[in-house]
């Protein structure tokens, strides 16, 4: 008897892509679902014209009501900061741009690794995303072409990864995810198969049973680096979803960016972890934040940074301590960055 009530609950859910299409994307609709007047909302059309507002009502469920200032709340909302100019923020901060190989949406940044921007979509518009302003309408593949794409990266024998990147690769459907698998598995070197998202936490209905399905990653190495900034992104249902991938046999990192206001705190950080690992996450990398033009608010000093983290290693044992990194244009890899642990007591 006791489980009808769940079942009816369960089936009464929007499926991921109906909270996908009826996600958020204007201030009126936030701050109606936030009890707040548009008045008390710092928000600017201006940067939303630069960058559409779009956040999935799952996601606004986890901000506090009638806080404007809510941690989750500032990582969507287009505020007037974004409109002021600031010296060393451009459109492109990690050069991607000189990047780009012969191939459509693939860009080859590091040795043994490729990466593919699988989808220009996203399921969230991050205000602090270092490729808000990249341009996806001249890297968009087809599926055709982007399994072309997979089969001329498999012909240089040194790459051992492919990265699936976006945009979010997680709003390809589940037949173009199990193509590429599949592309992947039938190559005899053992491809791994890395997809960066944000899909699991901000809708994670989006880890179904077919999802897990599509990846096998019982048949080959498959990891997903989810992306959360904030303990409270990770609630009962996000644990679930990330619960769901580490059962099917995906591993599970987690990538944060630090960002003022939002994440700038060793204790707001040792927790983000614990949520992470409860839920069978690892923290993986927190990177400093991209110098993407409209971002600068969101700006930690690497001084700063490296306190948070000394301060963050004497809290935690080592494994719920991520790599501080920073992305440098043209270096072969990302440079990490040490905790400062005199500064950070
Ligand atoms: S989901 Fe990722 S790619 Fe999309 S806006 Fe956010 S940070 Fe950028």
């Known amino acids: 008897m006791s489980a009808a009530p769940q079942?009816?609950?369960?089936?009464?859910?929007?499926?991921?892509?109906?909270?996908?299409?009826?996600a958020i994307r204007t201030p009126s609709e936030l701050s109606a679902a936030l009890g707040l007047t548009l008045e008390e909302l710092p928000y600017s059309a201006a940067a939303d014209d630069a960058f559409p507002l779009l956040v999935p009502a799952a996601f606004v469920a986890r901000m506090e009501k009638g806080n404007a200032w809510d941690p989750l709340l500032r990582q969507v909302l287009a505020v007037p900061q974004e409109n002021l100019p600031a010296e060393g923020f451009s459109d492109d901060p990690?050069?991607?741009?000189?990047?780009?190989?012969?191939?459509?949406?693939?860009?080859?940044?590091?040795?043994?690794?490729?990466?593919?921007?699988?989808?220009?979509?996203?399921?969230?518009?991050?205000?602090?995303?270092?490729?808000?302003?990249?341009?996806?309408?001249?890297?968009?593949?087809?599926s055709k072409e982007r399994l072309a794409a997979i089969d001329t990266l498999l012909a240089d024998p040194s790459i051992g990864e492919v990265i699936l990147s976006g945009g979010d690769p997680l709003l390809l459907p589940d037949?173009?995810?199990?193509?590429i698998a599949r592309r992947l598995r039938g190559n005899t070197r053992g491809i791994t198969l890395r997809i960066h998202t944000r899909l699991p936490i901000v809708i994670p209905d989006r880890v179904t049973a077919s999802l897990i399905d599509a990846l096998m990653p019982r048949e080959q190495r498959v990891v997903v680096v989810v992306h959360s900034n904030?303990?409270?992104?990770?609630?009962?249902?996000?644990?679930?979803a990330l619960e769901r991938l580490r059962?099917?046999?995906?591993?599970?990192?987690?990538?944060?960016?630090?960002l003022k206001g939002i994440n700038d705190d060793a204790d707001v950080l040792a927790e983000l972890s614990d949520q992470l690992f409860a839920a069978g996450a690892m923290p993986y990398y927190l990177h400093m934040l991209d110098k993407v033009a409209g971002s600068a608010h969101f700006e930690v000093s690497e001084l700063r940074a490296r306190q948070i983290l000394g301060q963050l290693a004497s809290k935690r044992p080592g494994y719920l301590v991520p790599k501080l990194a920073v992305e440098v244009p043209g270096a072969d890899s990302k440079r990490e960055i040490a905790p400062d642990y005199v500064g950070g007591f």
Do not use: M
């Open 247 to 258: 059962d099917g046999g995906v591993t599970v990192l987690n990538q944060s960016v630090l």
């Open 7 to 22: 079942t009816l609950q369960l089936h009464s859910r929007h499926s991921w892509q109906e909270q996908l299409q009826q």
């Open 94 to 142: 990690v050069g991607e741009t000189s990047l780009y190989a012969d191939t459509p949406g693939v860009i080859q940044k590091y040795q043994g690794r490729a990466l593919l921007v699988a989808t220009g979509q996203c399921a969230v518009n991050c205000r602090y995303c270092f490729r808000r302003s990249y341009p996806y309408g001249d890297n968009s593949q087809s």
């Open 175 to 179: 037949a173009s995810l199990a193509a």
């Open 230 to 240: 904030h303990p409270r992104e990770i609630d009962h249902d996000t644990a679930r």
